[in-house]
């Protein structure tokens, strides 16, 4: 599968931002989709993850009550809708995407082998 991302952009603080990650090239629900970030210096960390049908959804930490993932398996489109953003949630964000067979959900990037090729999120406070 071939994942596009795309939507990041430059915004000030406590605005809102939405991600979209478009993937191709074989059935979209037959995988897990996570959203990793890398800030400058940083390591990359897991955002959040969706299972194939939606029904179980993981947050990291940091963006906990702030992000929402979603997913149309219609459309081959996972989304990443970001609220009350902070300069800290400053990184390039990558789409990710892993074959699955059940409601898994998988936080750690070791375990999706398909990746988007990033889309740079700056937020100025």
């Known amino acids: 599968v071939q994942l596009q991302a795309s939507g990041g952009g430059l915004v000030q603080a406590g605005e809102t931002l939405t991600l979209s990650c478009v993937a191709s090239g074989r059935a979209f629900s037959n995988y897990m989709m996570g959203w990793f970030r890398q800030g400058p210096g940083k390591e990359r960390e897991f955002v959040g993850g969706i299972s194939r049908n939606g029904g179980s959804i993981y947050y990291g930490d940091s963006v906990k009550g702030r992000f929402t993932i979603s997913r149309d398996n219609a459309k081959s489109t996972v989304y990443l809708q970001m609220n009350s953003l902070k300069s800290e949630d400053t990184a390039v964000y990558y789409c990710?995407?892993?074959?699955?067979?059940?409601?898994?959900?998988?936080?750690?990037?070791?375990?999706?082998?398909?990746w988007g090729q990033g889309t740079q999120v700056t937020v100025s406070s």
């Open positions: 990710a995407a892993r074959s699955s067979t059940s409601q898994q959900v998988y936080t750690a990037q070791r375990h999706y082998n398909h």
